[in-house]
Nanobody
Framework: QVQLVESGGGLVQAGASLRLSCAASGRTFNWLDMGWFRQAPGKEREFVARITWSSAITYTDSVKGRFTISRDNAKNTVYLQMNSLKPEDTAVYYC?????????????????WGQGTQVTVSS
């Protein structure tokens, strides 16, 4: 089992920055692929970014150049640095963990999920 706890969400104006954190416990973090997803009201949960156990990184096109995913294995934590935020980034952001094959860009590939943290960007 893996427990994930997100933090760092909030209400900001367009153009501002936020850093989300996700602390993991319960299983060897070093060997987990970690992902960030988001879900806006009335929409499906969508992929944002992922970082593999070997630190290979993938982003969805809409956040490339603005968001940065990273991990600190010593702290069992994955981060999502979000810069130049836009109103369309408003959503609940979820951290997820997986240990199997695949691209890591689909919700179905992840075994463990955090409770989510709200990010609201005003115009």
């Amino acid at each position: 089992q893996v427990q994930l706890v997100e933090s760092g969400g909030g209400l900001v104006q367009a153009g501002a920055s936020l850093r989300l954190s996700c602390a993991a416990s319960g299983r060897t973090f070093n060997w987990l692929d970690m992902g960030w997803f988001r879900q806006a009201p009335g929409k499906e949960r969508e992929f944002v970014a992922r970082i593999t156990w070997s630190s290979a990184i993938t982003y969805t096109d809409s956040v490339k150049g603005r968001f940065t995913i990273s991990r600190d294995n010593a702290k069992n934590t994955v981060y999502l640095q979000m810069n130049s935020l836009k109103p369309e980034d408003t959503a609940v952001y979820y951290c997820a963990a997986r240990g199997g094959p695949g691209t890591g860009t689909r919700t179905s590939e992840y075994n463990y999920w955090g409770q989510g943290t709200q990010v609201t960007v005003s115009s």
